[in-house]
């Protein structure tokens, strides 16, 4: 079964609206929760996290354990968030299978 | 980008031949990890290694091996019992070494190409 789901394969949103990326998680307990984010031709690498509590680049995620989600938002969307975007728990190091997001002009 | 390195870029082999994939890092990690990655599934966890000369499979370590001889060094090992091993393969590493894992350093990743 899958421990992260992200149900969006593609995400298409025009600059300047809001984006919200989805992302539920089984398995519950107290989970560690992580944003990852690949742009074009660099590396994975960690956008964000839910123990820190803090905004990277405008995205917030914020953690519902009532809802097992810990969807990832961002207010205005940029050219520059374009890219593939993973959400990842720690129970069995599992990710989801990834949003790729276009934001257009 | 320096700190965690994988070799090579891309690798192609032949049916039925072990290949191996380096991982490096010199970040002083206690754990490092690696993933396949194919489109539309994600990563998925194939082996990780909290410490040295110690590591535990992940969900699809079927025809893979793996080696924590060095904490900087986890190479990967590719088999001919691997059924599908064309695929994208990520190396991570992270600080913690615990079962709740801090936060992961990926390297650029190897290509690899059965013919």
């Known amino acids: 079964a899958q421990r992260v789901t992200q149900p969006e394969k593609l995400l298409s949103v025009f600059k300047g609206a809001p984006v919200e990326l989805k992302c539920n998680y089984s398995?519950?307990?107290?989970?560690?929760l992580f944003w990852y984010v690949q742009y074009s031709r660099q590396r994975l690498q960690l956008l964000l996290r839910?123990?820190s509590r803090e905004s990277i680049k405008g995205f917030t995620a914020d953690l519902n354990k009532g809802e097992t989600s810990f969807h990832l938002k961002k207010p205005f969307a940029q050219e520059e968030d374009s890219a593939m975007y993973y959400c990842a728990r720690d129970y069995k190091l599992s990710f989801g299978a990834g949003t790729t997001v276009t934001v257009r002009a | 980008d320096g700190g965690i390195t994988q070799s090579p870029k891309y690798l192609f082999r032949k049916e039925g031949q072990n290949v191996t994939l380096s991982c490096e890092q010199n970040?002083?990690?206690?754990?490092m990890y690696w993933y396949r990655q194919d489109p539309g599934q994600g990563l998925r966890l194939i082996y990780y290694?909290?410490?040295?000369?110690?590591?535990q499979k992940g969900d699809i370590a079927e025809g893979y091996s793996v080696s924590r001889e060095k904490k900087e060094s986890f190479p990967l090992t590719v088999t001919s019992a691997q059924k599908n091993p064309t695929a994208f393969y990520l190396c991570a590493s992270s600080i913690l070494p615990s079962g709740a894992p801090d936060t992961q350093y990926f390297g650029p990743g190897t290509r690899l190409t059965v013919l």
């Open positions: 839910h123990i």
């Open positions: 290694s909290q410490i040295v000369n110690d590591f």
């Open positions: 398995y519950s307990g107290s989970p560690e």
């Open positions: 970040l002083n990690h206690d754990a």
